[in-house]
Structures are given as structure tokens and as C-alpha cells.
């Protein structure tokens, strides 16, 4: 415990290109950009499936298949074929982490609307679009949040791994750490990513109490 | 390095017996903790459907834990129980795969409608029985979905205990890496696939035989 103590503690962790806050920001671009990215396809690829009902059965088959794909091996095949000029090699693997879990959710919540509420909006003169955007999402929302929470936990999580091939990120300490069997700095990039992950884990769930209307959530009681 | 084809065949050959000792490797350190953690999973589900007021914090805890990068649980773990031992990887995978499992055995229980549960209390079953008998195959379902989720993921993720010295086919990704070499990686991510495919089909094919309902209803 005192090893990870000093490692806290040590000014020069503090500091520098090699320092906790440039490895932390690093960190977090290839996360953020991996992300969103994901996002973009993700989000409406699955809005669309779901509210349309085409091509769902392939697009849920290819994203569990997608999900056994090893995170570890598709970057360090893609950063051999491509060289680490770029960051652009650990954003492919990290994007294909992360589209699956928000795929299969944005489809399953708004798939799993009760019919009647879809039914009752279209009765009401709404059109598909909107539909769509004012009754399915609101009620599919914590489902898809739920997916961007797993997408984001498991991107942070295995960003790690891009220092394996070179690149920066918290993972530098760990590897770093393992191969000059200098321990104190491994175990405090282990804490340091278990921490963000928690508290990427902790800040979905606030975001989330915010944006899910309190009808959905059942926060509000209908008397 | 351009001319270097994507898959050596004689690579592949030569080294088959060693490829295969990885995978088992793999499979041993996948799938024993998937079927702990449901081991475990089964008891602790079973107590959150009763009591729904332990139901929330388990799975508060099971959230952090799931949180938790893989890899740095590893790392933490190797002072404990060694570097490169299989347990380094198969603790962490057992609290992962029970994360997914223990949701999944309290969804499927509480997917029981009332009125079967009342049914069987009617004719006469005992607590004992109407959970082996009625509750429990109607969550099937709903406890194999999970475990195809534990089970998949368990598989993809072994490999990062190669970065901490044992990962079944996740050494063929940093002999590939070490060597600048195509060959093993796309070995091990090909077979890292297949294993998880074959264990979803597997799932699949089990959910078939153990709810042989769900298919007459269909077809009726």
C-alpha cells in the first residue's frame, strides 16, 4: 500500500510529458473521440432499426459477434499494418469496442416501447420523425443511456491497452511499470484507471437523472 | 515488411500443436469462471428476488466491480496470486461473468407471473419444488441470455492477461507484436471468434432443449 502511496505522492508523477495530468488528458482524447465516433454510427444506425424494424436480425448478429472480437489483437494487427503515426490505429479497435453495447440497446429500447404509446402518437396525428424523436426516445432513454454507460466504461477500460503498442494514456504507467518491474508505478496506473472508470460509471448515472424525463424514470408518481 | 502476406499456412503447421495448447489454455481460463460465477450467481439471485431490499446494493457493488479495467484488476491481483498463474485471470472474469449473471437470475425469477406462482402453490407444491419445478425453468431464458453475454465477453477478455503474462491466445497477439509478424495475431483473433461463436451456439442450443415450450408454442 505504501508503494502506491509514494507513487501519489512523488512530485515528478505530477508533472512533465510523463506526468499523471498529460497521461490523464491523453487518456481521455482517444476515449472522448472513440466515443463519439461510436456515437455517430451507433445512434442512428440503431433508432433507425429499431423504429423501422429493417435488418435488425443482421445488425445484432454482426454486433454480438463484434463483442467476442479481442481488443488486444485488433490493435496490435492494426498498428502494425498502419504504423503508430497517428492515433487514428487505436481509435478502430476502441470503436468497435464501442458500438455494439449502444447499438443492441438504442434497438432493443425503442423496439421495446409499448406498442400502445406508439400507437396513441400516431393517433394523435404525430409522423414517423416524430414519432420518433418525441415519443420513442424519451421512453427508450435509459436503455440507451444504459448502453452509451457500458460503451464508455469499456472504452476508458480498454484504452489501457493502447500503450502497449506506444502510444500514451494512463496505460503508460502499467506497461511501462511492468516492464522495468517498476511495481509502484504499475499499480498506480491501475488505480488511477479504475478511478476514472468509476467515475465515468458515477457521472452517466447523474447525466442520466437529468435527462430521463421523470415520468420515464417513475421518479414522478402518477396518483 | 509489404511483401509479408497476412497468414503464413506453414506457420500455422508448424506451430499446431502449441496453438492448441493455447487454446485449451483459453477455454479453461474462459469458461471456468463463467460456470463459478454462475454457481454463485444462482443463490445470490435467488435471496435478491426474495428480498428485493438486498437486490440493489449487490448490484450496486456488481456495477463498481464490472467498472473495474480488467487489466488492473490483474495487476493488483499478481502480489495475491502470482504472476502469469491462471487465477490472476480467473478471479477477475468470475466477479465480471456473476456482475452479468446475478441481474440476469433476478430477472428472470421475477419474470414468473403471479398467477404461475399462485398455480403451483395451489396444487400443492412445496416451496422447494415449485422453484425447480416452475420458477426456475421459466427464467431460463432470461439467465441463458445473460450467460451468453458472461460467456462471450469472458472469452474475448482473457487475452489482456497476456500483457500480464498469461492469456491463453492472447500470447499469440504479443509474440506476433514482439516479432512484427501478421501470422499469430490473426490466428488468435480468428480462433478467439470462432471459441466464442461456437460457445453462443452451444447457449443457444441448450436454451432449445432445456425450453422445449417456447418452440410448441410457436409452431402451435
Known sequence: MNWV???????????????????????????????????????PLGLWIGHTGKGA???????????????LGLLVLIVLLMGVGTIVPVLIPLVALAV????????EGIRNVDPDLRDAAYGMGLRGGQVLGRVLVPTALPL????????????????????????????RFIVDG????????????????????????????????????????QRLTIR | MAEEPLVRWDWIGRNWPNIQGLLVDHVVMALVPVVIGLLIALPLGLAGAR???????????????????????????????????????????????????????????????DHVRQSAVAMGFTPLRRLLRVELPIAVPVVLAGLRVAAV?????????????????????????????????????????????????????????LTPWSRARRTA
Open chain 1, 178 to 217: 511492468l516492464a522495468t518491474k517498476d511495481f509502484p508505478s504499475t499499480i498506480g496506473g491501475a488505480v488511477l484507471v479504475a478511478l476514472l472508470a468509476l467515475i465515468v460509471q458515477l457521472g452517466f448515472g447523474l447525466v442520466q437523472r437529468f435527462l430521463v424525463s421523470p415520468g420515464v424514470s
Open chain 1, 100 to 107: 455494439p453495447p449502444i447499438l443492441v440497446n438504442t434497438y
Open chain 2, 51 to 113: 428480498w428485493r431490499w438486498l437486490y440493489q446494493p449487490t448490484v450496486g457493488v456488481m456495477n463498481v466491480i464490472y467498472s473495474l479495467p480488467s487489466l488492473a484488476v490483474f495487476i493488483v491481483l499478481i502480489p495475491i496470486t502470482g504472476l502469469a498463474t491462471r487465477e490472476t485471470v480467473m478471479v477477475p472474469l468470475t466477479f465480471y461473468a456473476m456482475a452479468v449473471l446475478i441481474p440476469a437470475v433476478v430477472d428472470g425469477l421475477t419474470s414468473v407471473p
Open chain 1, 144 to 171: 440507451i443511456m444504459l448502453g452509451l454507460r457500458v460503451a464508455a466504461i469499456q472504452v476508458v477500460s480498454t484504452a489501457t491497452v493502447a500503450a502497449y503498442v506506444g502510444l500514451g494514456g494512463l496505460g
Open chain 1, 57 to 71: 436480425l443482421f445488425a445484432i448478429l454482426s454486433a454480438n459477434a463484434a463483442r467476442a472480437l479481442p481488443t
Open chain 1, 5 to 43: 502511496i509514494d507513487f501519489f505522492t512523488n512530485p515528478d508523477n505530477w508533472s512533465g510529458p510523463d506526468g499523471i495530468p498529460t497521461r490523464l488528458l491523453e487518456h481521455l482524447e482517444f476515449s472522448g473521440i472513440s466515443l463519439l465516433l461510436a456515437m455517430l454510427i451507433a445512434l
Open chain 2, 153 to 209: 465477453s469472458s472469452i474475448s477478455l482473457v487475452s489482456v492477461g497476456a500483457l500480464v503474462g498469461r492469456g491463453g491466445l492472447g500470447y499469440l497477439f504479443i509474440d506476433g507484436w514482439q516479432r512484427q509478424f501478421y501470422t499469430p495475431i490473426v490466428v488468435g483473433i480468428v480462433l478467439t471468434v470462432a471459441l466464442a461463436a461456437a460457445a453462443d451456439l452451444l447457449l443457444v442450443l441448450a436454451q432449445r432443449l
